[in-house]
């Protein structure tokens, strides 16, 4: 039996709109792929109503990791994941983003020594401690082929000493899946809320550095209920944050709505037709800049700088965010612009590459070999 072409590993919510578009565009050219879905994200709201969502095939293999420390659930991931790489060796292996799902993957592959590819190589927001920062690094020092999203995130693989030839700009695979999907994003519940307030922000906050203690929650709570006097706020709460922030108060803040974590066109069709988004969430500035909505991002620092210079996401602390909110929705947006190959083909441009990486045939390389 001839070797399986590509494993690729998912695991939690923000893989599965990368991989949905470099699973179907290796499939529609006869690529063999097996698909692991590590269990990192096991809820339906996170995992599987993505799953029905994108139209992803059921994975191959379910590993069910679930949560832990993050000592406890990368060990839990190298060992089942070295199993299943074992019994199903590929010629690569393919790895989308920063989670811990990424990281473990990752290591399991090079030191079994089947190449990697990594989907989304190159972002860095100069913050190790960030668990996605400590991710993206190892991810990329031990990968054999790097598709980055942005010409940034290029540079920085070439400053940190990656061969030029490791490289492909291939454009953002998670931006294939907004545009393919964006006639069927689901406006019932903006137009729930609209029928009843003028217009609302989204919120989306879950880092660790935002929700893990009492003390960022309830700050984070007093904040929230600030911006609720001027505008009604719709917070899918995920949850790593829950208990934290309920504790503070969430709940009782008037001019807000509390929902479950949605399922990816629900929660599309929301910030689609939202005034604003405030997050904490890496995937979300980059939803917005296609959208056009403006994006209020409370954090420090950024892995993706061009969603900043093209003008829909800015950086905000907690004491500013309040009246950046206020002079943006006052004022509009601005002039913005979409990043270059942003446009709904990178799946297809990534299928190209990681064909190269495992297509050439051994006996024409054996031959160009010889010749040379
Ligand atoms: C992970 C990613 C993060 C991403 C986020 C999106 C890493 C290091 N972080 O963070 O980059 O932005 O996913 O969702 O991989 N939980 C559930 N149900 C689930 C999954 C998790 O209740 O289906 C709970 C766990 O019990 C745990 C918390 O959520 O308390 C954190 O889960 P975990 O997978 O460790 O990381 P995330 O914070 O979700």
Redo the contacts with the bound molecule.
Sequence with gaps: MSRLDFLHVV????NFPKAAPVLSALAVRGATQRLVHTG????D???ESFFRDLGIRHPDANLNI???S?AA?TAALLVALEEEMLAHPPKAVVVY???????AATLVASKLQFPIAHVEAGLRSGDRAM??EV?RIVTDALAASLLTTSNDATENLIREGHGIESIAMVGNTMIDSLLRLRPRFDSSLPSMIENRHAGYLVVTI???VNVDSARSASRVVRVLAELAEETHLVFPV???G?RNLESAGLASIPNLTLTN?LPYLEFMGLVESSLGVVTD???VQEETTVLGVPCFTLRTTTERPVTVSVGTNSLVSLESVVSTVSATLANGLGPYAIPPLWDGNAGLRAANVLQNLVGVPAELSATESNNG
């Design positions: 695991g939690a919510r923000p990192q994200h096991y809820d709201s996170l995992s679930g949560s832990g993050h659930q983003g920063d989670v811990n799902s990424t990281l668990p996605e991710n879950h880092r660790p995920h949850p790593r829950r974590p969430s890496g995937g």
